[in-house]
């Protein structure tokens, strides 16, 4: 079975532009979340969904949204792009027998010039 | 809020040394705590994890003992190798209601283990 899938990898982006980043969670998981790995720092909530309902929020600005598809794939979309959104996006997929276990995705790293 | 903080690194050890990063948390009642691997160029992988006071999560030789009295799940490892060498995340979900499983982590503690 294939594992959580990220795309793109990598990507270049300026100031003020739009990026969507796109997950696959893995076959028969409902849900997933998002997190944001600044370098040198731990993964912080950004979203969570499930059966394509939102079902938690972190302390992001509205600029961040994302949504959740009938396949259960997600996207992660940021508007107005600053600086200090470079990061490693990831994306982790949750199943329904142990909620508790987060697979992630090997993840997308924008960088902001 | 809930929290977590790790010992910060880098952490640097010969290999078979042991090995020790300090985890404490803040929650308010039964979070369950985890811990996190992460390997240059790739995304976060569990290690290990433990849902109730006293379990003792383990795997590759890694454990952890969820200890309520000192709200700490420290990671140890009798004997490292290279192939350890990795960035360790503590971190915990607080069930919230709702659906929502969010994972609060820890900043990460840099292991390198020389030959």
Request: proline share 4%.
């Amino acid at each position: 079975d294939a594992g959580v899938t990220q795309s793109p990898t990598h990507l270049i982006k300026t100031r003020g532009q739009h990026v969507t980043l796109r997950c696959s969670p893995i076959s028969g998981h409902k849900s997933v979340s998002w997190y944001q790995q600044v370098l040198g720092q731990g993964p912080q909530f950004i979203f969570q969904y499930y059966e394509k309902e939102e079902r938690g929020r972190g302390n992001f600005p509205d600029r961040f949204s994302a949504r959740q598809f009938p396949n259960y794939s997600s996207e992660l979309n940021v508007n107005a792009l600053l600086l200090g959104d470079s990061a490693l996006y990831l994306c982790a997929s949750i199943s329904d027998r142990d909620k508790n276990i987060q697979y992630f995705g090997a993840g997308t790293r924008l960088s902001v010039l | 809020g809930n929290s977590v903080t790790q010992m910060e690194g880098p952490v640097t050890l010969s290999e078979e040394a042991f090995l020790t990063i300090n985890c404490t948390y803040t929650a308010t009642g039964y979070p369950s705590l985890f811990w996190y691997v992460q390997y240059p160029g790739e995304g976060l992988q569990l290690l290990l994890k433990a849902t109730k006071a006293d379990d003792k999560g383990s795997n590759k030789g890694f454990e952890a003992t969820y200890r309520k009295e000192t709200t700490s799940f420290h990671l140890e490892k009798g004997s490292v190798q290279v192939s350890d060498s990795a960035v360790y995340f503590c971190a915990l979900i607080r069930y919230s209601g709702g659906s929502n499983y969010k994972l609060t982590f820890g900043k990460g503690t840099l292991l390198t283990v020389n030959p």
